[in-house]
């Protein structure tokens, strides 16, 4: 069990992507604190994993506010007293494509706030923690949109590149100190969040044909790279975004 005795945390952890990897950590030993913002969904990941013999916590967050976000690293100390491993996955997208033009004020800065602002204040917090407890690994979801172009998604793209200079500046920061920081790339993935955009005419043959895969991935499929770039076969990489897109190029 490569992550026995280990305590990972899982932001954005209520579904899809986050739901997914909660649970693969917990199947290879893990112990789970699982952070949502629906309080009702996260527990609901919780208790998937306690019913097949897994161990775990949720908890209400939102990533936008460094005072959940200081919260949310304090029980997780105060309940298990250490943690090795973050994956900091809560993220919002656009749930239209519009031009940069046309997008509006307050859809630009609820992305921001998110995606950008919210890994940083976790990396933050997770970092000083782990900085006490000489070492750990941190995965962020970056994106295959932080790699490249997005057009009609610009506030998406712009904070998923960001994302990925948070985490390669990070990365060289504290790599001496035993703390490992990298990110995924991912492509199309069947989760609620694009949802919307599918539901859309039109959208779901654009996105089906933008693959050269031929199909979306599944959350499970990312779930297996987050959790192995987390684990001692990964040791030695520190830095870098990860594509799991099925050959997508935007």
């Known amino acids: 069990m490569p992550f026995d005795g280990k305590v990972a945390l899982v ?24 952070a949502d913002l629906n ?34 690293i304090d029980k997780v100390l105060e309940k298990f007293g250490k943690m090795d491993i973050a994956f900091n996955n809560a993220g919002v997208l656009v749930k239209q494509w519009l031009t ?15 995606n950008l602002k919210g890994v940083r204040l976790c990396m933050k917090h997770e970092i000083a923690a782990m900085l006490k407890q000489k070492g750990g690994v941190i995965v962020n979801n970056a994106s295959i949109s932080g790699l490249s172009p997005s057009p009609h998604q610009s506030s998406y793209c712009a904070s998923k590149h960001a994302v990925m200079g948070l985490t390669n500046s990070a990365a060289v920061e504290y790599a001496a100190d035993n703390i490992r920081i990298v990110a995924v790339c991912a492509g199309w993935v069947d989760t609620p969040m694009i949802g919307p955009l599918r539901s859309v005419p039109g959208n779901e043959q ?37 594509p799991i897109c099925g050959g997508l190029t935007l």
């Open 11 to 34: 932001t954005g952890a209520g579904s899809g992507m986050g739901r997914a990897t909660s649970i693969m950590f917990a199947k290879k030993g893990a112990i789970v604190a699982a």
């Open 39 to 72: 309080m009702d969904e996260a527990e609901a990941t919780s208790r998937a994993i306690r019913e097949n013999g897994g161990a775990a916590m949720s908890i209400q967050l939102d990533v936008r506010s460094a005072a959940q976000v200081k919260g949310m």
């Open 100 to 114: 940069t033009a046309d997008e509006a004020d307050e859809v630009f800065n609820t992305i921001i706030d998110t």
């Open 206 to 242: 654009i996105i089906q044909a933008s693959v050269p895969a031929g199909r979306l991935g599944t959350p499970e499929e990312v779930a297996e790279l987050v959790t192995w770039l987390a684990s001692d076969a990964a040791s030695y990489i520190c830095a870098g975004g990860f």
